[in-house]
T-cell receptor
């Protein structure tokens, strides 16, 4: 089977930097994705890492270490609108299956 | 262009009744996925379609759940003899390919409540 672990809740201050960690155990591995979901909204794609290293997209960056089965999402210059739940997800088969999601990290931004 | 749409947005049904949930993916997207999300939880994969075929049905929680996709477009998820534990938000997503890392676009979901 597969499982992903991430903190249930993280609190940070507006303008600061926050890191959300994700560790995974899967039978296979084809990359780590991150999705954002605001309360009552649909998940939206943030990033994807297939190889080790850091991927940067604006204020958001995502990191992967395949040898450690570990990744993180880094959010910089936090804004109040970043308050949301963040999910890491893996695809552990070939093309023909869905994503396995973690339970999500609820990010609370304080002014 | 339009995003992924789902109907109904909310469905309240009595235990034991059958329900049908509909998903209209983004035009041209060949891959379609169904997930469900219980309150405060992550997303649970249910089933995946590539075109009209479903190579992976492993996530369906019981034989009361079935899904079909016709014309490579619209998909319906059917739950027979609903139980209270089926209450959740059912999310549909589509992507232009099934390759790993391809962004999945999610619909707004159908909130199912079984009383």
């Amino acid at each position: 089977g597969q499982s992903l672990e991430q903190p249930s809740e993280v609190t940070a201050v507006e303008g600061a930097i926050v890191q959300i960690n994700c560790t995974y155990q899967t039978s296979g591995f084809y990359g780590l994705s991150w999705y954002q979901q605001h309360d009552g909204g649909a998940p939206t794609f943030l990033s994807y890492n297939a190889l080790d290293g850091l991927e940067e997209t604006g204020r958001f960056s995502s990191f992967l270490s395949r040898s450690d089965s570990y990744g993180y999402l880094l959010l910089q210059e936090l804004q109040m609108k970043d308050s949301a739940s963040y999910f890491c997800a893996v695809r552990d088969g070939g093309g023909a299956d869905g994503l396995t999601f973690g339970k999500g990290t609820h990010l609370i931004i304080q002014p | 262009g339009a995003g992924v749409s789902q109907s109904p947005s909310n469905k309240v049904t009595e235990k034991g009744k059958d329900v049908e949930l509909r998903c209209d993916p983004i035009s041209g997207h060949t891959a379609l996925y169904w997930y469900r999300q219980s309150l405060g939880q992550g997303l649970e994969f249910l089933i995946y379609f590539q075109g009209n075929s479903a190579p992976d049905k492993s996530g369906l929680p019981s034989d009361r759940f079935s899904a079909e996709r016709t014309g490579g477009s619209v998909s319906t998820l059917t739950i027979q003899r609903t139980q209270q534990e089926d209450s959740a938000v059912y999310l549909c997503a589509s992507s232009f390919s099934d390759q790993s890392g391809t962004e999945q676009y999610f619909g707004p979901g159908t909130r199912l409540t079984v009383t």
